[in-house]
Antibody
Framework: EVQLVESGGGLVQPGGSLRLSCAAS????????MHWVRQVPGKGLVWVSR????????TYADSVKGRFTISRDNAKNTLYLQMNGLRADDTAVYYC????????????WGQGSTVTVSS | DIVMTQTPLSSPVILGQPASFSCRSS???????????LSWLHQRPGQPPRLLIY???NHFSGVPDRFSGSGAGTDFTLKISRVEGDDVGVYYC?????????FGQGTKLEIK
């Protein structure tokens, strides 16, 4: 079964750091671009970042550029999002998602990891 | 950034009746490779989004034929021919032609 499982969320103070992980299984992780998308509870979806299959290319939304770092370990089938300088408006559920070149869409989503930034 | 505008924001529908959702982009979503990367996702309460339709009108695996997508350029539509109870939730359109990828604000389907 194709699956993405996020972990690492929690409560952090403003200015703090957190690292999210996304464990992939059921597919050849090293051949897919991977993305992070976030959602403020009760609000819409916002794209955050993406990383190429081999980790050589990364892209970020302006709102997180310079604060967040996306990375991956293909040997461990795991995607990461290192979040530094967290702000209250970073509070959201963070989803990892797989990009399918075939479908031209995000075809597999994790269940999400909740990040709360509050003092 | 490309702005995706969905209407209506809320859609109360009677079971068995059709539903239709609109999505409009601020720029054409036709990619230089000739494809239009417009997809529809469905999110049930407390669950992650799941892909329904890709490249305007193609069904993702397991999606019933009751769902259909159409449109071109900047105007797109998702239709449900007969609404069932499991269809409740929020429907999002997403464009992945231009960076950054952007989503519509969602249309909430409720059973009347």
């Amino acid at each position: 079964e194709v699956q993405l499982v996020e972990s690492g969320g929690g409560l952090v103070q403003p200015g703090g750091s957190l690292r999210l992980s996304c464990a992939a299984s059921g597919f050849i992780f090293s051949t897919y671009w991977m993305h992070w998308v976030r959602q403020v509870p009760g609000k819409g979806l916002v794209w955050v970042s993406r990383i190429k299959s081999d980790g050589s290319t990364t892209t970020y939304a302006d709102s997180v550029k310079g604060r967040f770092t996306i990375s991956r370990d293909n040997a461990k089938n795991t995607l990461y999002l290192q979040m530094n300088g967290l702000r209250a408006d970073d509070t959201a559920v963070y989803y990892c998602a797989r990009w399918s070149d075939y479908y031209g869409a995000l075809d597999v989503w994790g269940q999400g990891s909740t990040v709360t930034v509050s003092s | 950034d490309i702005v995706m505008t969905q209407t209506p924001l809320s859609s109360p529908v009677i079971l068995g009746q059709p539903a239709s959702f609109s999505c409009r982009s601020s720029q054409s979503l036709v990619h230089s490779d000739g494809n239009t990367y417009l997809s529809w996702l469905h999110q049930r309460p407390g669950q992650p989004p799941r892909l329904l339709i890709y490249k305007i009108s193609n069904h993702f695996s397991g999606v019933p034929d009751r769902f259909s997508g159409s449109g071109a350029g900047t105007d797109f539509t998702l239709k449900i021919s007969r609404v069932e109870g499991d269809d409740v939730g929020v429907y999002y359109c997403m464009q992945s032609t231009h960076f950054p990828y952007t989503f519509g604000q969602g249309t909430k389907l409720e059973i009347k």
